[in-house]
């Protein structure tokens, strides 16, 4: 268990609305990611953190933005959602040192309408 | 081109039998990371194995082993003496560049959904 929760867990929302999913983590790991998961594509990388106040963008950023003000919360936020947001999103953590793999949280299943 | 290539949308395995599930990579990085990942039905995914390109061996880990042909391009995932829980989507993905001192961004494939039958 590599202590990561996600908030929430299941949401549905209108077209055009805000939305922030909450990544949450206990053991203080440096390295955060949001990712999606859409059939056919396997799991693209939205965004990544490697401390508080450090971001960058992975390879499908398009429309959403991330802040990290403390180590163990990664936002991620859908600034005005489309339909084609619909998706699962995982959020991920590295512990860093010579630990190579990512953990997974559970994942937020989002419905855009 | 695709950096991480999954040619088996789905496979069938007898339980007990030995399965091997194909991945090839796309890199011109001399450092980078080879890793499967497995999500059952519920949802998760759960990090199975890992492979450096610098590693002498194969990687093992119980069950799981990681073919790794390097001039190939390819690591291929053997579950060996397959059990119904095996049952899943299997990800590879590749991390590229140092896997020290780096975020280590993940590129993943578009997954095999493996069976497990009796």
């Known amino acids: 268990d590599a202590g990561i929760t996600q908030s929430p867990r299941h949401k549905v929302t209108e077209t055009g609305t805000p939305v922030t999913l909450r990544c949450h983590q206990t053991?203080?790991?440096?390295?955060m990611y949001w990712y999606r998961q859409d059939p056919g594509h396997g799991l693209r990388l939205i965004h990544y953190?490697?401390?508080?106040?450090?971001?960058d963008k992975g390879e499908v950023s398009d429309g959403y933005s991330v802040s990290r003000s403390k180590t163990e919360d990664f936002l991620l936020t859908l600034e005005s959602a489309t339909s084609s947001q619909t998706s699962v999103y995982f959020c991920?953590?590295?512990?860093?040192?010579?630990?190579?793999?990512?953990?997974f949280g559970p994942g937020t299943r989002l419905t855009v309408t | 081109a695709q950096k991480i290539t999954q040619t088996q949308p789905g496979m069938f395995v007898q339980e007990k039998e030995a399965v091997t599930l194909d991945c090839t990579y796309d890199?011109?990085?001399?450092?980078?990371?080879l890793f499967w990942y497995k999500q059952p039905s519920s949802g998760e995914m759960i990090f199975l194995i890992y492979?450096?390109?610098?590693?002498?061996q194969n990687a093992t880990e119980g069950r799981y082993s990681l073919n790794f042909q390097k001039a190939r391009k390819s690591a291929n995932l053997v579950i060996s003496a397959s059990q119904l829980g095996d049952s899943a989507m299997y990800f590879c993905?590749?991390?590229?560049?140092?896997?020290?001192?780096?975020?280590?961004?993940?590129?993943f494939g578009t997954g095999t959904r493996l069976q497990v039958t009796l």
């Open positions: 991920a953590i590295r512990p860093g040192g010579r630990a190579y793999e990512q953990y």
């Open positions: 053991e203080n790991h440096r390295y």
């Open positions: 953190s490697y401390g508080v106040k450090d971001t």
């Open positions: 890199t011109s990085d001399p450092s980078y990371g």
């Open positions: 492979q450096g390109s610098y590693d002498q």
């Open positions: 993905a590749m991390r590229e560049g140092p896997d020290t001192g780096t975020a280590s961004k993940l590129t």
